[in-house]
Each structure stands twice: as structure tokens, then as C-alpha cells.
């Protein structure tokens, strides 16, 4: 019979030596892999087993080189995150007590890399961040300083909350931290992290809600100023549309349709980074003109006379060997290019890679959600995806066609594929010793 789980909600109500306590005897016992009278929630879980696949010290803290200086600012001049400062700090800082010092927290944010790029909070908790290395310029992944809500945020992609010796390293037992990532709405690219952290004294179920709501908040926020270009492209456009003649697109620099012309209105296009002015090919579009515009690209289709032989794509590589980079990459006679995955499409395209035989909406749905009901979502998803990987996908059942080689490109340890996911099909395959993972 399995342990029942520890509560976050429990664990508030106890004193923070009472749950450390708690927590500790949980965790000595996954590292000696005995038995505890409650299991660790699901997410720490997971990560401890991470941890010790990859020899992290559970004893004491390693501590990487910093940025220097110019590397920080340099960072932090480029990200996105940046701009979003402000939204953070209202959100998380502006809370009743902190002006008379009573709450005693601070924000954390970070990049993709896991590397800290800003923080602001609680003087005497500052101070104690140093004592951990939880400064600027530190890399606070897992595979460095074990679970925490930094890390382990940027590897299952959802936010998470980490208190006392939920973390893997004995040396922050001290801390209670909840962070939530932050992705680009354009193109689901992982931007960062966001983390409130503090004293175990501090911990409180809601946190977890509070970091995840304001990083919906900034997301938000990205998606606004997504439109407002969009519109400013648009404008710029549009005169430009109505003298073309024929067919024409006009989309951002992340290929997000702002107007069309004399084709069917379709909401994002393939861009690829690399894509220059002149002539080149665009998947579901083809051979194409391109002209640069003020924030995008003036597109032309070509007609078949006057396009290039084509072809269709013979060889797709889908990548999901890294934790939070999935991508598939596209060749043959259209070409070649490459597109990061979200997270749902890197499941159901590892799922048919390794069903060559294929799916139906059906079988997805129970193989991706576990409900076999959910077949309206499926078709959605396999529709967005037919219409961008050009024409490798069949469907009735959904399939790769006969005609294309798939290569799989997975985690050396099985224990590590897409760990973000929870689809059914996909946590067999952690759990399958390798037997049933696509090859």
C-alpha cells in the first residue's frame, strides 16, 4: 500500500522545527532507499531521483563561479525579463509588511540557464542568501545545487514550491522557496524564473499561487505587447498588401500573421531564425519571396510555374534528449529547418514516433491525458502540427508517413525523458528500462 503524501498545507501549520524534523526522516530515507511513514509530494520525489542519477553531494553545497560582472550585465541587458522588473516587484513586494520589514522574503529572478540575474527582498535575508551562494550571477540549476524552486522550476516547467529539506542539499534545509517559470507567449521559449524565497518560519501554502499567478501576470503582459506590434506591423503593412497583388502575408519576426492577402488566413507561419531576404522556402508555404519590413517580413508565395522543384521532407529528427529543449528537425527535397516544440507537441510527436504503426484521436487522448474523451483536442493539436511539418504527418490513424525516416534523439537515462510530462504514455516509458522507447 502506498505512503500517504506530505501536505504543504500540513506543513504550515507545524512549527519549523516540527516539519524540518518531518521532512528530513523523509528524505534520509529515499537517500538510504528505506521506507517513511509519508512519501515526498510527487515533484520532489522526482527530483531527489534526479539528483542521485546525476551524483549530486546531498551533504554539501557546490558552488559554481559566478558571472563576472560584464557577463551579468550583459545578460541582463538582453533578457526579456528585464522589462517585466516592475509587474514582478509589484506583485511580490508590494504586500502588507513590507514596508515595516515584517515580511521577511525575497524575489529571485533568473534565466533559462538558471543562472540569478536579479533579487531584491528582506536586508537580513539577503544576507543570508549570500551565506548560500544565492547571489547574482549564481547558476542555480538542479544538476548544480540540487532541488530548489529556481532548478527545479526550469525542469518540469510549472511552478513549484521547495520547503526545508524538501531540498536534495543538506546546507539549504534553512529555506523555503516557491518559484514558477516564465515563457515567451510567442513561441513558448522558456525565458526564466521567478522565486520568492525565505526562512523556513516564512512558509505558507499560498506562496506557491501567489509566484505562479504574477508569472501568468508577466505572461500576460508579453502577450499585449505581442498585439500591440503585431497591430504596428500591420499598419505598416497593409498599404503595402493592397498594391502586391496576388498572394502576400505580412508577419512578425516570430511569424505571427499581422495581414494577409489572396491566401487563407492562418494564425503563425514557420519562420526560421536564419531566414534572410530573397528567395527561400517556408514550410506550409513553399518556395517564397521574402522583403524585410519594420518588425517582420512582406512574404510572397510563389505560384507552382514559377516555384522551384519541390519535393517532400524524407527524414524528421526530433530531439528531447535535453530537459526543457525539444526541437524536430525537418530535410529532403523542401529543405531544411528546425523548430522548437512546445510541450504537448514534443509528447504526441514522441508518441507516434515510437507507434509508427499510428494513433487514433482516441488512442492519443488516453496515451497524452489519460481520457480517451479528449479527442477534440487531439485533432486540434495534430491539425496545427500537419499544417507546419511539411507533409509528414498522415492521418486516419495519425502517423508518420511510410516514406519518412524518424530518428529520435532521448536522454541517456530513460528516468530523464521530457520530465516535465505527465502524459501516461510517456511515464511508461520512463519506467520501461528502455524496452519501450522509440530508437
Not at 219 to 226: K, W
Given at each position: 500500500m502506498r505512503n500517504a503524501t506530505v501536505d504543504i498545507t500540513?506543513?504550515?501549520?507545524?512549527?519549523?522545527?516540527?516539519?524540518?524534523?518531518?521532512?528530513?526522516?523523509?528524505?534520509?530515507?529515499?537517500?538510504?532507499?528505506?521506507?517513511?511513514?509519508?512519501?515526498p509530494r510527487a515533484e520532489i520525489g522526482a527530483s531527489w531521483q534526479r539528483m542521485l542519477r546525476e551524483g549530486v553531494d546531498p551533504d554539501r553545497d557546490r558552488r559554481s563561479g559566478l558571472l563576472s560582472p560584464a557577463e551579468l550585465e550583459a545578460r541582463r541587458a538582453g533578457s526579456p525579463l528585464a522589462?517585466?522588473?516592475?509587474?514582478?516587484?509589484?506583485?511580490?513586494?508590494?504586500?502588507?509588511?513590507?514596508?515595516?520589514?515584517?515580511?521577511?522574503?525575497?524575489?529571485?529572478?533568473?534565466?533559462?540557464?538558471?543562472?540569478?540575474?536579479?533579487?531584491e527582498g528582506h536586508p537580513s535575508v539577503l544576507r543570508m542568501a549570500d551565506g548560500h551562494g544565492f547571489e547574482p550571477g549564481a547558476d542555480?540549476?538542479?544538476?548544480?545545487?540540487?532541488?530548489?524552486?529556481?532548478?527545479?522550476?526550469?525542469?518540469?516547467?510549472?511552478?513549484?514550491?521547495?520547503?526545508?529539506?524538501?531540498?536534495?542539499?543538506?546546507?539549504?534545509h534553512a529555506w523555503t522557496c516557491a518559484g514558477a517559470p516564465i515563457t515567451d507567449p510567442r513561441d513558448g521559449r522558456l525565458?526564466?524564473?521567478?522565486?520568492?524565497?525565505?526562512?523556513?518560519?516564512?512558509?505558507?501554502p499560498a506562496t506557491l499561487l501567489l509566484v505562479g499567478s504574477v508569472a501568468r501576470l508577466a505572461?500576460?503582459?508579453?502577450?499585449?505587447?505581442?498585439?500591440?506590434?503585431?497591430?504596428?506591423?500591420?499598419?505598416?503593412?497593409?498599404?503595402?498588401?493592397?498594391?502586391?497583388g496576388g498572394r502576400a502575408l505580412a508577419v512578425d519576426r516570430h511569424g505571427w500573421t499581422a495581414a494577409v492577402t489572396g491566401v487563407a488566413p492562418v494564425d503563425r507561419v514557420p519562420v526560421p531564425p536564419s531566414l534572410e531576404a530573397g528567395r527561400g522556402w517556408l514550410p506550409t508555404l513553399g518556395e517564397c519571396d521574402v522583403e524585410p519590413?519594420?518588425?517582420?517580413?512582406?512574404?510572397?508565395?510563389?505560384?507552382?510555374?514559377?516555384?522551384?522543384?519541390?519535393?517532400?521532407?524524407?527524414?524528421?529528427?526530433?530531439?528531447?534528449?535535453?530537459?526543457?529543449d525539444w526541437t524536430v528537425r525537418v530535410s529532403g527535397a523542401v529543405g531544411c529547418w528546425t523548430r522548437e516544440l512546445s510541450p504537448r507537441h514534443a509528447e504526441l510527436l514522441y508518441v507516434l514516433a515510437a507507434r509508427r504503426d499510428g494513433?487514433?484521436?482516441?488512442?492519443?487522448?488516453?496515451?497524452?491525458?489519460?481520457?480517451?474523451?479528449?479527442?477534440?483536442?487531439?485533432?486540434?493539436?495534430?491539425?496545427?502540427?500537419?499544417?507546419?511539418?511539411?507533409?509528414?504527418?498522415?492521418?486516419?490513424?495519425?502517423?508518420?508517413?511510410?516514406?519518412?525516416?524518424?530518428?529520435?534523439?532521448?536522454?541517456?537515462?530513460?528516468?530523464?525523458?521530457?520530465?516535465?510530462?505527465?502524459?501516461?504514455?510517456?511515464?511508461?516509458?520512463?519506467?520501461?528500462?528502455?524496452?519501450?522507447?522509440?530508437?
Open positions: 500540513r506543513l504550515a501549520a507545524m512549527n519549523a522545527r516540527e516539519a524540518t524534523l518531518l521532512l528530513k526522516n523523509i528524505r534520509d530515507a529515499a537517500l538510504r532507499g528505506g521506507r517513511a511513514p509519508l512519501a522589462d517585466l522588473l516592475p509587474l514582478l516587484r509589484e506583485g511580490l513586494m508590494s504586500v502588507p509588511g513590507a514596508s515595516t520589514g515584517a515580511v521577511r522574503h525575497i524575489m529571485v529572478v533568473a534565466d533559462a540557464d538558471g543562472r540569478v540575474l536579479w533579487r542555480w540549476r538542479e544538476s548544480t545545487v540540487g532541488t530548489n524552486g529556481v532548478g527545479t522550476a526550469l525542469v518540469v516547467r510549472r511552478p513549484v514550491q521547495v520547503h526545508s529539506a524538501e531540498h536534495f542539499v543538506a546546507t539549504h525565458m526564466g524564473v521567478v522565486d520568492v524565497s525565505g526562512p523556513v518560519t516564512t512558509v505558507h505572461e500576460a503582459e508579453l502577450r499585449n505587447r505581442h498585439l500591440a506590434g503585431l497591430a504596428r506591423l500591420r499598419a505598416v503593412a497593409a498599404p503595402m498588401l493592397c498594391r502586391v519590413l519594420p518588425g517582420g517580413w512582406l512574404v510572397r508565395p510563389l505560384d507552382a510555374a514559377d516555384a522551384r522543384a519541390g519535393g517532400v521532407a524524407t527524414r524528421l529528427v526530433l530531439d528531447v534528449s535535453r530537459p526543457r494513433r487514433t484521436a482516441a488512442q492519443l487522448a488516453e496515451d497524452v491525458f489519460g481520457d480517451r474523451t479528449r479527442t477534440v483536442t487531439v485533432r486540434a493539436e495534430m491539425s496545427r502540427m500537419r499544417r507546419t511539418l511539411g507533409g509528414v504527418l498522415a492521418h486516419r490513424p495519425y502517423r508518420f508517413r511510410d516514406e519518412v525516416e524518424v530518428e529520435v534523439v532521448a536522454p541517456a537515462d530513460a528516468g530523464d525523458l521530457l520530465p516535465y510530462s505527465t502524459a501516461p504514455a510517456v511515464v511508461a516509458a520512463r519506467h520501461a528500462d528502455g524496452g519501450d522507447r522509440a530508437e
